[in-house]
């Protein structure tokens, strides 16, 4: 054991004591001194030494008890009266034993919790109330001594407590070792922990199974699956998982509501625990589906007969609310370890052969077959969930501005549908929308679509906001299959919305077949009085032949066009003659895709009607939209560059910053407004940006050389006056490039500064002839 040391204030007050008896003694023997020789005469010695002592008894006796003994008596009183009151007060049992295990004492909580009488306790062996605590078991109990560290010794976990009458508990017992005048005994702190178990099993339980039917849950599934397949390689077993989905169970909900919904998944869990070995596991995997896993031999044999037991079982008549209900179930088979070797593949593939079985007619089940690839898995899954999301309502829309640059004003929306799965996450557009054109199921997507666009726009300005046109692209097959005038007439007529408010995208490709039925069902839909766009024109077969026959109000130039504008002339090209095809045929044009400043400054200056694009907003839910109605010019993060006068603007591009630096010193000293780029990227967007006067660009540069930088800048921006910045070694080229009139004039490296002035000066008189006014 650790050597005990005692306090400074403990000190302190044993050597008061010590003072105060060595006072007492010396008052008291000073006294005696002085009183005997006046009572014994000095022939009478020998009485003087035993009168000494007796004297100095009578009189040091009460005031050693009054001074010493009584205070240290009632200090010790109270110091136990005080211990005793403090484990009496402890709510965990305390009992103290000696080294055989034999009970001293115990306080009032030992004797609740143990039900024992303090007569009982007495002389009995804690091996009675706590069992692990007997001499064979405890090591602190033998002759050695076992003390660890502070002395005590305590339980790594809970063990078993007995109660009086034989039940038993679970406690946390502490156990510390005393050694008074030389006899060692223990003191064990017993905390009853019954409580906190039944809280934690009931936590336990709660985690591992479902609150509606009891059933193992996905959490408690994975870890019965993992044990199944443990068993199975050492015994050489086979696996099955069964995945079933219930039929049909949303219209049930809808129809009979939810309660009665959630009594019928409880009567088919009881149904499905009945077709199975008490050894399987039946677990609900969430929603309206189920898995089962049954481990055997012949499993493979075993799994069809277990199957054909659930069709049966489940489709036979419930009574639910006062109706006879007939429920089916579509069941995939996977058996390990053919078809995996782990939990999430095995119930994968489950799943997989579940949505099989719904597509062969539902009420049947199917086996997993290695022969599906990824890619066919991939689709038949997203496909399944695809066929749900109308009915779970997962589909919703979001809208994108269109905006009026001039005007700075929203001037319509596109409304876009987007996929959020409880299962797959958000689903991209690009995947889920071509197999919906394929499944057909693009068809009532497309239906929903129209008609919630529709009564979006109309609640809105219902609601005070400004009447604004919403935009709905048409699918080929939707508008090649469905009756869509009449589908169109019966949206407005049923959300109340105005025709005019109602703007209908059509792909060019999909009105290059069946002319003739194109054009008739493109007139009714004018006469409707719907607006008409032609969506992504010039990816498909444009035509003006065509064109001028179908009554379109608007082209939108695909983005693939705007995205490389400012820095493709052949893309830019494209852009102002779409623009000045439509203006000419009377119609308005939308560029869609406008991410930069500087695309939106080119498609403004070119005369581009209406914009969309991440620049002013992505596509947004709802109620985001709303915001942007109320504050609009968040919408615009930059303004339009003003035409100011760029006749002594010059921009320099090198890849070299000391060149730029010691350029733009010069020049900005003469009076040049000057601005600098380190890539050719970089000049094609300040181009875009801002108006320039002359271009000055190196000759060597990484990734676009300078010739090449210039020739694009000239057919971009042919008003600039252009510049070669170029070495001896580069003359030839620079040559070719001024013949092909990429270039005005050339500077050569080194240069001088008279030179760079008078070339500069000459460029910009250039520039001021070329945008002079006729």
């Known amino acids: 054991m650790k050597r005990l040391t005692l306090p400074p204030q403990v000190l302190s007050g044993q050597a008061i004591l010590f003072g105060s008896l060595m006072l007492v003694c010396f008052v008291t ?29 009578v009189l040091s006796a009460p005031m050693v008890w009054c001074l010493i003994a009584r205070p240290l008596k009632q200090l010790a009183m109270a ?42 306790f007495l002389g009995e062996g804690m091996d009675r109330l706590i069992p692990e605590l007997a001499c064979g078991n405890a090591p602190f109990l033998g002759e050695s001594d076992p003390a660890q560290g502070d002395g005590r010794w305590r339980f790594g976990s809970e063990t078993i407590a007995r109660h009086k009458d034989g039940s038993s508990f679970p406690v946390e017992c502490s156990v510390g070792m005393l050694d008074s005048q030389g006899r060692r005994c223990y003191l064990a702190i017993v905390h009853n922990i019954t409580r906190r178990k039944r809280y934690q099993e009931q936590l336990e339980y709660q985690a591992n199974h479902d609150t509606l039917t009891t059933l193992p849950n996905r959490n408690l599934l ?134 099989r079985a719904k597509e062969q007619g539902r009420n049947c089940f199917q086996f997993y077959t290695g022969e599906m690839n990824v890619r066919s898995l991939a689709r038949m899954t997203l496909e399944n969930h695809l066929r749900r999301a109308l009915e779970r309502d ?87 299959q469905q009756e869509i005038g009449s589908l169109v007439a019966q949206c407005l007529s049923e959300t109340g919305l105005d025709p005019r408010f109602l703007e209908l995208e059509i792909t060019e490709s999909m009105v290059m077949h069946d002319l003739d039925r194109v054009i008739s069902v493109l007139d009714e839909l004018k006469r409707l009085g719907v607006t008409l766009a032609m969506d992504d024109f010039g990816t498909g077969y444009s035509s003006l032949g065509y064109l001028k026959r179908f009554p379109f109000d608007k082209l939108k130039i695909d983005k693939s066009f705007v995205r490389d504008i400012t820095c493709e002339p052949d893309n830019a090209a494209i852009a102002k003659a779409v623009i000045a095809l439509a203006h000419s045929l009377h119609m308005k044009v939308i560029a869609e895709g406008v991410e930069t400043q500087g695309q939106l400054n080119y498609l ?18 709802a109620a985001q939209f709303e915001r942007l109605l109320l504050d609009p010019g968040r919408l615009f993060p930059a303004t339009v560059q ?47 940006l801002h108006r320039v006067a002359v271009v000055v660009s190196d000759f060597r540069m ?57 070339k500069i000066g000459q460029a910009c008189r250039k520039y001021a002839q070329l945008t002079a006014a006729p």
């Open 642 to 688: 003003a035409e100011e006068g760029a006749e002594k603007t010059v921009l320099v591009v090198d890849d070299d910053e000391n060149i730029r630096c010691a350029l733009k010193r010069l020049l900005q000293l003469e009076g040049y407004r000057v601005q600098s780029a380190g890539s050719a990227q970089e000049g094609f967007e300040i181009l875009s």
């Open 702 to 758: 990484p990734g676009m050389n300078g010739a090449e930088f210039l020739g694009r800048a000239k057919e971009l921006y042919p008003e600039t006056v252009r510049i070669m910045l170029s070495g001896h070694a580069d003359l030839n080229l620079v040559t070719d490039a001024i013949n092909v009139g990429a270039i005005y004039k050339f500077l050569s490296k080194p240069w001088s500064d008279d030179d760079v002035r008078e």
């Open 604 to 621: 403004h200056k070119h005369g581009c009607d209406e914009m969309q694009g991440y620049l002013f907003s992505r596509p947004v839910p």
């Open 394 to 480: 997962e589909l919703t829309l979001h809208y994108q501005p269109k905006v009026n640059v001039a005007s700075r004003q929203i001037t319509g929306m596109e409304a876009l549908v987007r996929w959020q799965s409880p299962e797959l996450g958000t689903v991209a557009p690009d995947l889920f929308i071509p197999l919906a054109e394929e499944t057909g199921l693009i068809v009532p997507i497309g239906t929903w679509v129209l008609r919630r666009a529709c009564a979006q726009a109309r609640a809105w300005q219902l609601a005070g906001f400004p009447a604004l046109g919403v935009a709905v692209n048409l699918s080929p097959r939707q508008f090649r």
């Open 222 to 355: 994975g870890d019965r699956i993992r044990q199944a397949l443990l068993i199975s390689r050492r015994s050489g077993q086979e696996v099955a998982v069964l995945v079933l989905d219930l039929d049909n169970f949303k219209l049930i909900n809808d129809t009979l509501g939810h309660d009665s919904g959630d009594l019928l998944l409880k009567m088919v869990a009881q149904r499905l625990s009945a077709c199975v070995r008490e050894g399987d596991t039946v677990a609900r995997q969430g929603g309206d589906e189920f898995v089962v896993v049954i481990s055997d031999g012949a499993v493979s044999d075993m799994a069809p007969l277990i199957a054909g037991k659930i069709l049966e079982a489940t489709a036979q008549p419930l009574q639910i609310s006062g109706h006879d209900i007939i429920v089916t179930v579509s069941i995939g088979i996977s058996i390990c370890p053919k078809d995996g070797e782990d939990v999430e593949v095995l119930v994968r593939n489950a799943e997989v052969a579940m949505y």
């Open 79 to 120: 110091e136990s009266a005080r211990t005793k009151k403090v484990i009496e007060a402890i709510v965990d049992a305390v009992i103290s034993f000696d080294g055989s295990g034999v009970i001293i004492s115990v306080n009032p909580a030992a004797e609740r919790m143990f039900g024992y009488t303090p007569q009982e």
């Open 29 to 57: 023997e000073t006294l005696v001194m002085f009183v005997l020789p006046y009572l014994f005469p000095a022939r009478y010695a020998y009485f003087v030494n035993f009168a000494d002592a007796a004297l100095f008894s």
